[in-house]
């Protein structure tokens, strides 16, 4: 395992070099607080807690495109239409959120692989924060997880 | 308030001695800071558990539809109009209900001291009220606050601080807050906005609605069976969250509770994406109060007002 270390300083510039290849998302700044595409320059929001609207939103969309059909003289015609999963990394995942996330891909496993959520799923580096101020509501631990 | 909070519980367990009701409907203590959670007791022995305090926010009135029994519960003025409404829809019997009614002293937006405080609630130590100030204490210390900017909007405008309807009334009057065009501030910004603008600041609040429907199931004027929303033989709206349907939603849901909406404000405190509900639930009983002189939950006698028609009410 290779671990490397940086100054709180030096986010900033790591997130810019991951984000020439990869799509990078944070803690929004302002709004109720969500994972957004990051911008480029707006740094972790000030007393990031955890964002009002959980991880999962990233992976599972309201409605997508699963197939296009057409119809003509010759007959019907079927194609899949996987999405557009652009390579991402996600930065500020709580342990919490990235153990729920891991639930929920048993459940996109189960019987079969379904490959709408897999590939947004697959294609997603999710770098994780420990926190150092959990809510007075949180349970992590009462769950066997840490903070 | 203390003093207020006791003769509640004395109140509370003299009505169980004198088995006038079956259980209570009232305020406890919650788990987390600077809340209150709805309380049912069964028995005057846990009248010590009621709970009154700047807190008390949930409109008590919707547990009441479809309930049985002999009812007691505890209102401030918006819920005790909410109840009144139910009355009037007939989905409460007002023989039923033992009403103790509480001389609201306006009520603490949490929200409001987070966004002043600049500190999540769970940060704050300790939020005192003493009169018009608001004491807010966090690790870094005390900050004070004007209590025009820490209560809810719809208190600061507050018409009905006692209930309309009770059977009993706790609390000394307090100072009556008039200022209207404070609490429609939201309200009246948006107004001013040109339509375009408005169309887009709704689009994109209602981009964050996720239907979880936690506005209708805090809402007591939200008393169907069966939903618009949940219909598909035809389906009225959509059930994805994309923000046409969101909108469509809620805008209609805040016309089918018109005339019996009382402006509790508890679907916008209410709901987790942080949408501005009130400003179209205010905005809604306010034209109610132009169009037809009236004032939702004000008195039980009359007809609901969507049933009843005046001959005053002419076109236009």
Request: a neutral charge; hydrophobic letters at 35%.
């Amino acid at each position: 395992m290779n671990l490397r270390q940086l100054d709180k300083t030096d986010l900033i510039d790591v997130l810019a070099g991951w984000a020439k290849r990869l799509a990078v998302y944070l803690p929004s700044a302002g709004g109720v607080s969500r994972l957004e595409r990051w911008d480029g320059t707006s740094a972790l929001p000030e007393r990031y807690r955890n964002t009002a609207v959980p991880l999962k939103e990233l992976f599972l969309p309201p409605a997508e495109t699963m197939f296009r059909f057409h119809k003509d003289r010759s007959g019907f015609g079927l194609e899949p239409a996987l999405p557009e999963a652009k390579a991402s990394l996600v930065f500020g995942v709580r342990p919490c959120d990235a153990r729920a996330l891991s639930l929920v891909d048993k459940l996109f496993r189960d019987s079969y692989e379904d490959v709408y959520y897999l590939s947004r799923r697959q294609t997603t580096l999710l770098a994780g924060l420990a926190c150092d101020k959990p809510y007075d509501s949180c349970f992590c631990t009462s769950l066997g997880l840490e903070p | 308030m203390k003093e207020t909070e006791a003769k509640l519980r004395e109140h509370a367990k003299a009505l169980f001695g004198q088995n006038k009701i079956d259980y209570l409907v009232g305020f406890g203590a919650a788990s987390l800071r600077h809340t209150t959670s709805p309380l049912i007791i069964t028995a005057g022995d846990d009248a010590g558990l009621l709970v009154l305090d700047r807190f008390i926010v949930n409109n008590l009135s919707v547990y009441l539809r479809r309930a049985g029994g002999r009812a007691g519960v505890v209102l401030k003025g918006c819920d005790g109009r909410s109840l009144v409404s139910l009355i009037q829809d007939k989905q409460v019997k007002r023989e039923n209900v033992t009403i103790i009614g509480i001389h609201c002293p306006s009520l603490v937006d949490l929200r409001k001291v987070e966004r002043l405080a600049g500190r999540d609630r769970d940060e704050i130590k300790e939020i005192r009220v003493d009169g018009e100030k608001i004491t807010v204490s966090c690790g870094g210390g005390d900050k004070i606050f004007p209590a025009e900017q820490v209560l809810f909007d719809k208190c600061l405008g507050c018409e009905f601080p006692a209930p309309p309807e009770y059977d009993t009334l706790l609390g000394g009057p307090a100072a009556a807050r008039r200022d209207k065009a404070l609490s429609l501030e939201p309200v009246n910004k948006l107004r001013e906005l040109a339509l375009p603008e408005r169309w887009r600041f709704w689009q994109q609040e209602f981009s964050r609605c996720i239907r979880c429907y936690a506005c209708r199931q805090v809402c007591p004027a939200c008393a169907c069976q069966r939903c618009f929303v949940e219909e598909t033989e035809p389906r009225w709206v959509s059930p994805l969250p994309r923000w046409e349907d969101n909108l469509l939603f809620q805008v209609t849901r805040t016309i089918h509770v018109a005339g019996r909406c009382a402006d509790c404000g508890e679907c916008e405190r209410a709901c987790p994406a942080r949408i501005p509900l009130r400003s179209l639930s205010r905005q809604m009983t306010g034209l109610v109060e132009e169009m037809f002189d009236y004032q939702s939950g004000a008195s039980k006698d009359l007809p609901p007002l969507m049933t009843a028609y005046r001959s005053e009410e002419g076109e236009g």
